[in-house]
């Protein structure tokens, strides 16, 4: 299985060369799509069956606070450091933010982020499944508060 936006983007997979490669749409949720691999002949699966993004994929976020969360797990080798400076640049912006390591596959599934890799969250919903600098923090933030 792969996660993708609906168009091509920087770091993921492109939609239209994983259709060529015989994956099929398996779910979508908001701009995200999670394409999978039929195995050997069969149809996708239905219902329970069928792969699904995480449940929090689909849950609401919560909270009107402002408050930023950083989850980021050990696949990439800076994850940590980006998520500390993350971190920094939110709070010399005055914003709150938490820092979470994700260490399971339980905790991948608490991200809003389907990649499951590095997610920046503010009040439950994704904001960045990327790493990013102190300079787009700003324009992220400027476009946030807007």
């Known amino acids: 299985m792969v996660a993708t936006e609906k168009k091509k983007r920087p770091c993921l997979s492109d939609p239209r060369w994983l259709k060529r490669q015989g994956l099929v749409e398996a779910e979508r949720v908001g ?18 069956a069928r792969p699904r993004f995480a449940p929090s994929m689909h849950e609401a976020g919560e909270g009107t606070d402002g408050r ?38 339980q905790g991948a ?5 389907p990649l499951g890799t ?15 600098t102190d300079g787009a923090t700003e324009r992220m933030l400027h476009a946030l508060d807007g």
């Open 109 to 113: 599934q608490t991200s809003r982020s």
């Open 68 to 105: 930023f969360t950083i989850r980021w797990d050990d696949q990439r080798p800076f994850n940590l450091h980006w998520a500390e400076e993350v971190a920094e640049s939110l709070r010399r912006r005055g914003r709150e933010v938490e820092i979470h390591h994700i260490a399971s596959a």
């Open 31 to 48: 701009q995200w799509v999670l394409w999978a691999l039929p195995v050997g002949h069969e149809a996708m699966p239905s219902g329970d």
């Open 118 to 132: 590095y997610s920046l969250e503010r009040d439950g919903e994704l904001v960045c499944h990327h790493l990013t």
